[in-house]
């Protein structure tokens, strides 16, 4: 005799062996790893099998995620989550008029918010820029262990779990007595996310500590350059946080770590560099079109100068 089994379920048995001992249990989430579903070439962000040496993500791995030259392909690591609350809604249902035969025919939307006591203002500043992009999450409980999705179909790639489209939104709580001001991040994950699809990576099976890894900063020249001659420049440079005025200089730079473009004629342009003093960068360069626009890049996305990494924010101005 032959069983049929509902459409969701696939062709074949769902079988339960022995599990005791053998699960993974994912515990209480205290960091997320925040990701655009797809880069700009249209491509899935994801971990693939591949991406594992020996069963194991290497260092590597992980490096080229947070400091990737494109933002779109990068890595946005949140940290230290508290009251964290994901729980799902009733269920709807429908019935007879009789009210018999009562059956599910929806589940209901996981939402998802969480606190986050460090950034401030300039913290949430950054967070509302994602607001209009596709989103997704791969959530990291306090054991270190990662938690993405699968899909039936492709079985090979660990994908983060989607948020609903124009659904992120943070948000800051102003302090109440004693307590500091917090950042609130509230999103409602994407129907198609189905918690039975859902794998985990333990940390035994990550190179690296996934509750604490650091993402880049901002760091944003001051506007605007001085010092504009036919052949020099001065750029002060700064770390978004940090009180009004007085961001944080970021010193010790040499000329290997900047481009410095001439967009009009889409060329690279050969320099020098002083600081002359803490954060204050005098360039030097040949004499350029007056009125071509120029641009301080940054040459290589996310190095590691000190425990943090930047990016630097591109400013431009014209030649004279």
Aim: with cysteine; charged share 20%; proline share 3%.
């Amino acid at each position: 005799m032959s069983a049929s089994f509902c459409g969701c379920g696939g062709s074949t048995n769902g079988n339960t062996g022995t599990v005791t001992g053998k699960g993974i249990t994912f515990k209480k989430s205290v960091s997320m790893i925040l990701v655009f579903k797809k880069d700009t070439t249209g491509e899935l962000n994801v971990i693939q099998e591949s991406d594992f040496v020996d069963g194991v993500l290497p260092q590597s791995f992980i490096d080229d995620k947070l400091n990737n030259s494109d933002p779109s392909k990068r890595w946005y690591p949140i940290n230290q989550l508290t009251t964290v609350d994901s729980v799902r809604g009733d269920r709807a249902l429908s019935s007879a008029e009789t009210g018999e035969n009562t059956q599910t025919t929806a589940v209901a939307v996981r939402p998802f918010s969480a606190m986050v006591e460090y950034g401030g203002c300039v913290f949430l500043r950054n967070l509302e820029r994602f607001a209009c992009d596709e989103l997704a999450v791969y959530l990291i409980d306090n054991c270190g262990t990662l938690k993405g999705e699968v899909k039936r179909t492709d079985l090979t790639n660990l994908r983060p779990l989607a948020i609903a489209l124009n659904n992120w939104y943070p948000n800051e709580i102003w302090a109440q007595g004693d307590e500091n001001g917090m950042v609130n991040i509230q999103f409602e994950f994407d129907s198609r996310v189905r918690d039975s699809n859902c794998e985990l990576v333990p940390s035994g099976n990550m190179a690296f500590d996934a509750c604490d890894l650091d993402g880049l900063l901002n760091l944003v020249p001051d506007n605007p350059f001085t010092n504009i001659t036919a052949t020099t420049f001065s750029a002060t440079l700064r770390l978004e946080y940090g009180p009004f005025a007085s961001k944080r200089l970021q010193t010790g730079l040499v000329i290997t770590d900047f481009v410095i473009y001439n967009v009009t004629t889409d060329s690279v342009i050969a320099g020098a560099v002083v600081e002359s003093s803490a954060g204050v960068y005098d360039f030097t360069i040949p004499a350029q079109t007056a009125a071509d626009k120029i641009e301080l890049r940054q040459a290589t996305t996310g190095v590691q100068y000190t425990k943090q990494g930047f990016e630097l924010v591109v400013q431009s101005f014209d030649a004279v």
